[in-house]
C-alpha cells in the first residue's frame, strides 16, 4: 500500500513564502513524476507543475519564476517552493507521484490536499 502524505499549507501574506511537502510511503521501487496541482472551489484542478525523474521540471505559466518543485529520492519526498505568493495562489494544492510498486506495477498516487491561503 503506497501513500502520499503533504503538509506545509496555511496561512501567508502576499509576498511571503511557503513550502509544501508531499512523502511517500510503503511499498516502492521507484519513483518516476512527481507534480502539484491546485484547485479553488468552483474551478477546475490546474496543473502547478511537475518534475520528471531525470531533473525536467514544468510549471503553469502562472507560477513561473515564483515557485520551484525539488525531490529528495532518498526520502521519498517532494517539495513545492512557494515565493512572492499572491492571492490568486490560495487553493488547496495536492501532489501527486507515478510510483513503481510491486509485483511490477504504476499508478498514480495523490495526496490528500493541503489548504493554502495567501492574505494580509
Known amino acids: 500500500q503506497v501513500q502520499l502524505v503533504e503538509s506545509g499549507g496555511g496561512l501567508v501574506q502576499p509576498g511571503g513564502s511557503q513550502r509544501l511537502s508531499c512523502v511517500a510511503s510503503?511499498?516502492?521501487?521507484?519513483?518516476?513524476?512527481m507534480g502539484w496541482y491546485r484547485q479553488v472551489p468552483g474551478k477546475q484542478r490546474e496543473l502547478v507543475g511537475d518534475?520528471?525523474?531525470?531533473?525536467?521540471?514544468n510549471y503553469a505559466d502562472s507560477v513561473k519564476g515564483r515557485f520551484t518543485i525539488s525531490r529528495d529520492n532518498a526520502r521519498n519526498t517532494g517539495y513545492l517552493q512557494m515565493n512572492s505568493l499572491k492571492p490568486e495562489d490560495t487553493a488547496v494544492y495536492y501532489c501527486?507521484?507515478?510510483?513503481?510498486?510491486?509485483?511490477?506495477?504504476?499508478?498514480?498516487?495523490w495526496g490528500q490536499g493541503t489548504q493554502v491561503t495567501v492574505s494580509s
Open positions: 501527486y507521484a507515478q510510483i513503481l510498486s510491486p509485483p511490477d506495477r504504476t499508478l498514480i498516487y
Open positions: 510503503g511499498s516502492i521501487f521507484r519513483i518516476d513524476d
Open positions: 518534475l520528471s525523474s531525470s531533473g525536467t521540471t
